[in-house]
């Protein structure tokens, strides 16, 4: 199985939920990071978290990091329609210098207005 | 500003031609990256570039897989004799220094289909 592997793979939800994205990976990590995707095309990043942090917020959105368990969680609260999208976990290596970004397969959020 | 754009969005060819996928990065980012999306293999790394020198191109599938970087600012990926696994999306990235905590800034992608 590949580095950064999310779950759930798909996850629908209706408006206002809560939706929870989980990640995990196998090797040591500098940093994990979060992209959304909408339609198959161009990634944009959401956050990093680094792995000397635990938890960290953007906007809405909130990242938890355990290095223990090599996991992260994405958390969505109170979810829209345009929360719809591929979700990504990517993770920054600890053996390089540089941003080579090791992708999951993603899970793919439906929320139903 | 703009953004990271590739040309084209859009290409189909049929086995055993050559193809060639432009990546146009931000204005100033000193790193620029290669990534592959197809069906089943999720987002994979091909190459990264510092400037014009290439340090990591270990993602690259096969020896039909090359690329360039001219001027520290475009990149060309080349795909020699494609196969129909060429088929995907490519994606393309810049950052601004290429350290571990810059963010990558994503283009739309090329879209391959080889037939």
């Known amino acids: 199985s590949q580095q950064g592997e999310e779950d759930p793979q798909a996850l629908s939800i209706q408006e206002g939920e809560n939706a929870t994205m989980n990640c995990s990976y196998k090797?040591?990590?500098?940093?994990l990071q979060w992209y959304r995707q909408n339609s198959g095309r161009g990634l944009v990043h959401l956050i990093l978290?680094?792995?000397?942090?635990r938890e960290k917020h953007s906007g809405r959105l909130r990242v938890t990091l355990d290095t223990s368990t090599k996991s992260s969680a994405l958390l969505i609260p109170a979810s829209r329609a345009a929360d719809t999208a591929s979700y990504f976990c990517?993770?920054?290596?600890?053996?390089?210098?540089?941003?080579?970004?090791?992708f999951g397969q993603g899970t793919i959020l439906t929320v139903h207005p | 500003g703009a953004g990271v754009s590739q040309s084209p969005s859009n290409k189909v060819t049929e086995k055993g031609k050559d193809v060639e996928l432009r990546c146009d990065p931000i204005?100033?980012?000193?790193?620029l990256y290669w990534y592959r999306q197809s069906l089943g293999q999720g987002l994979e790394f091909l190459i990264y570039?510092?400037?014009?020198?290439?340090?990591?191109k270990s993602g690259l599938p096969s020896d039909r897989f090359s690329a360039e970087r001219t001027g520290g600012s475009v990149s060309t990926l080349t795909i020699q004799r494609t196969q129909q696994e060429d088929s995907a999306v490519y994606l393309c990235?810049?950052?601004?220094?290429?350290?571990?905590?810059?963010?990558?800034?994503f283009g739309p992608g090329t879209r391959l289909t080889v037939l």
């Open positions: 990235a810049s950052s601004l220094l290429g350290v571990r905590t810059d963010t990558q800034y």
């Open positions: 978290i680094r792995s000397n942090e």
């Open positions: 570039f510092q400037g014009n020198s290439a340090p990591d």
């Open positions: 990517a993770t920054g290596a600890g053996g390089t210098s540089y941003g080579k970004l090791t």
């Open positions: 204005s100033g980012h000193t790193a």
């Open positions: 090797t040591s990590i500098n940093n």
